[in-house]
């Protein structure tokens, strides 16, 4: 008998090292726990086939110590195994630390058991006419088996949760694992209570590490797997189908029957309802294809694929066909394409589609001559304020629909930005007298609101060497500067003058700076007199001496600075300009004033008050002597705050003065309003008038109420003796003009004042 199970634990101790090292050569998440268990059940095997085989008793004593402690160690890798078999999801179990310190406690105390026998103790027995040492426990065995039996229950209970829990095609091998742990412990249960001096129960441990090692690296539920997959498959949405090697149909799943029209008794049907409604289809090689089908006015997108099996011989077994419907994702796809190149309020193409399509369009058909035009919808800020933004967008929409109607196929067409479209159009498409004349009478119209709108269309002649789509836009939209009548002109052409003013705006822009700090920019004065044409004043003008460009005067680059806000920076340098000379006057004992010229533009830009009063006080000069010119348009937007600065610089001590009155918007409410010292008065204003007498009635009245108001009158634009002599008698306090000096460098001025100060 002895011989025979030392035989089957041979055995098993052979299986069990194979589990280890197989398990260790997986690359498993669970390989580690089934190789750390199926070697620790060694250690209580390779205990009892020493114990089996010994006849003297050191040897038989050193199997139970492998034996007993390795029970310990077979519990501590048990637990281990069932921490991580039995974990699902990402949940993470705590440790049992305190077990392992339990268990790491009954290994030393198995271990002191040679110096105080507090454990077990060996007698001796004859087995198969041989001479056998079995134990007899002490309570340190006891201790021992209830705490591997408490800790053996949990793990016990874990994996019968696990085996309810878990879903039918994985509850198999739980069970497994479950009844073989169970009756391992019965079987060596068994064992300690019968007191059977051979140890059968070993052999229950090795069939325990050998179905672990299987049920947990190797074993498949094969046909709980076909079950599964033959549910996943039938309820996916592809329509599919399985053919043998004679194109038989053996299955399809239910999107399949249902494409097909055909019941489960009808397969044989499947082939020409296929034929029938996608036409031909490969069968005898692998391949995918889209294919669209039109029905009953609907267009239809499917992914058809045809896949050819063969088995491990390379023998053909069969044919599977797949069939998506891909219509929604095709219309999907498609919306999203129209989307991200087609603007949402217009339908028209984007800015960067269209400019994208123009350089394709531009490069491929070089024989055609194209312009493109730049349209404009101008004063669109009233549409919205008037009406709402419901009617300024559907006014938008009708622009577009105005540019789809009149286009043909050869025209490309988008909106740019906010009321700006762009179009591509052949030279020879357009008439600009017959779209001058739908402009001027565009009229929109949404059965409530009735509105004119005003659009220019700046138009850019495409050459040859033109490449850059946004540059010939900006260069169509240059054109529209050269509209002076806007509601007579609607259509403006890019020409090289226009380019050659660009060139030169930026020319001179790219100057300023150096300029000021060469003082190239100069001040020169014009003599303001009094009644009896004695010098009172002078406004300063701004003249350019340029090194490379010579003289220029301010109608070449102020019109340009003040488009693009540079003109602060002149008139900054003006001010200062303006205090140095007032500053040398006081010096010398000369007691004038110099008017300065303030642009609307300088009150966005910079602080004007505190600019004024940091200057004066510089300078050390009297703010009465450094006068202040408006023009009216400076308090056209936000006039509340511009009246606040322009009373704190009269209580500060400056003198302002209104320039160029009766030539613009000017009303007597806003004379009334307006904190100012000085009215200038332009005669140019009434030049255009016929009747001189009317002219003269007007002007009179205007110095009459200035007086009256306590405003000083300043006529500028005198040029004869006349005119002086007639405005003198009207009682206009001051004059300048042509009459008496034209603008004149400082030195000069300070000449004429010897003369006529």
Request: charge should be negative; glycine fraction near 6%; hydrophobic fraction near 45%.
């Amino acid at each position: 008998m002895r011989n025979n199970i030392s035989v089957i634990y041979i055995i098993l101790i052979c299986a069990l090292t194979v589990c280890v090292i197989s398990a260790k050569r997986s690359k498993q998440r669970i390989s580690n726990a089934v190789m750390m268990l199926c070697a620790s059940l060694l250690i209580p095997v390779i205990g009892n086939f020493i114990i089996i085989i010994s006849e003297t008793k050191p040897y038989a004593k050193l199997g139970y110590y492998l034996y007993f402690m390795g029970v310990d160690f077979l519990i501590v890798a048990l637990m281990y195994f069932a921490k991580v078999y039995c974990r699902t999801g990402e949940v993470k179990h705590k440790e049992p630390k305190f077990l392992y310190v339990l268990f790491a406690a009954d290994v030393i105390q198995i271990m002191i058991n040679y110096f105080a026998g507090h454990v077990f103790a060996l007698e001796k027995l004859e087995v198969s006419g041989l001479d056998y040492y079995n134990f007899t426990p002490r309570l340190g065995l006891t201790l021992h088996r209830i705490l591997v039996y408490a800790v053996l229950a949990c793990i016990i209970a874990i994996f019968a949760v696990m085996t309810v829990k878990m879903p039918r095609v994985y509850r198999g091998r739980y069970a497994i694992i479950l009844v073989t742990m169970l009756i391992v412990a019965l079987w060596q249960t068994f064992y300690v209570v019968a007191r059977i001096p051979v140890n059968t129960s070993m052999i229950g441990y090795g069939f325990f590490g050998i179905c672990i090692f299987y049920f947990s690296l190797i074993y498949r539920p094969h046909r709980l797997l076909d079950s599964m997959l033959t549910d996943i498959v039938s309820d996916m949405p592809e329509a599919l189908f399985v053919f043998d090697p004679n194109k038989k149909c053996l299955w399809a799943n239910e999107e399949g029957i249902r494409v097909t029209g055909v019941d489960i008794q009808e397969f044989e049907l499947v082939n020409e309802r296929l034929r029938e409604t996608f036409g031909s289809l490969d069968s005898d090689n692998t391949y995918k294809q889209n294919r669209i089908i039109v029905a009953d006015g609907n267009t239809f997108y499917y992914n058809i694929e045809t896949r050819v099996v063969r088995d491990e011989s390379d023998v053909l077994t069969g044919y599977v066909l797949s069939i998506r419907d891909t219509t929604e994702e095709q219309l999907r796809m498609k919306r999203d394409i129209y989307n991200a190149i087609h603007d949402s309020l217009t339908g028209l193409y984007t800015c960067e589609y269209l400019y994208e399509r123009i350089s394709e369009r531009l490069a491929s058909n070089v024989s055609e001559k194209y312009s493109l035009v730049f349209l404009e919808i101008k004063n669109f800020k009233i549409v919205n304020d008037l009406f709402g933004k419901s009617f300024g967008d559907y006014a938008l929409k009708e622009v577009a629909d105005w540019i789809r109607a009149n286009a043909n196929g050869k025209c490309l067409y988008g909106r740019l930005a906010g009321v700006n479209f762009g179009i591509l159009i052949p030279r020879s498409d357009y008439s600009v007298k017959e779209i001058d004349n739908m402009l001027s009478q565009f009229v929109v119209s949404d059965g409530n609101f009735d509105y004119h709108l005003l659009i220019h269309l700046g138009v850019y002649k495409v050459t040859d060497e033109d490449s850059d789509v946004q540059v010939m836009f900006d260069r169509a939209q240059l054109s529209l500067s050269t509209i002076v009548d806007e509601y007579k002109t609607h259509v403006a052409f890019y020409n090289e003058e226009l380019r050659r003013k660009m060139l030169w705006d930026q020319h001179i822009s790219a100057q300023l700076v150096e300029a000021i700090s060469e003082r190239q920019l100069c001040p020169y004065l014009q003599p303001i007199v009094d009644t009896s044409g004695r010098v009172v004043g002078a406004e300063a003008l701004v003249r350019w001496i340029n090194p490379v460009d010579g003289f220029m005067p301010p109608g070449k680059f102020i019109p340009v600075f003040e488009k693009n806000g540079m003109i602060v920076e002149v008139d900054r340098y003006m001010w200062r300009c303006a205090c140095e000379i007032l500053a040398r006057w006081k010096a010398s004992g000369i007691d004038k004033f110099i008017s300065v010229n303030i642009s609307p533009k300088d009150f966005y830009i910079i602080d004007v008050r505190s600019e004024l009063n940091a200057l004066v006080s510089e300078y050390g000069v009297d703010p009465a002597k450094l006068r202040i010119e408006i023009t009216e348009t400076v308090v056209m937007n936000d006039a509340e705050d511009r009246m606040k600065v322009l009373s704190d610089l009269r209580a500060a001590g400056f003198i302002v003065e209104m320039d160029d009155f009766g030539s613009g918007y000017s009303s007597l409410n806003m004379l009334k309003d307006m904190p100012v010292d000085v009215l200038k008065i332009d005669m140019k204003f009434l030049s255009s008038t016929e009747d001189e007498v009317r002219s003269q009635k007007i002007i009179r009245n205007i110095i009459r109420l200035s007086n009256d108001l306590d405003i000083m009158s300043l006529t500028e634009g005198v040029e004869t003796e006349a005119q002086f002599r007639m405005l003198s008698e009207m009682n206009c306090n001051m004059f300048q003009g042509y009459y008496f000096s034209q603008p004149i460098p400082v030195e000069e001025f300070e000449e004429y004042l010897k003369k006529n100060g």
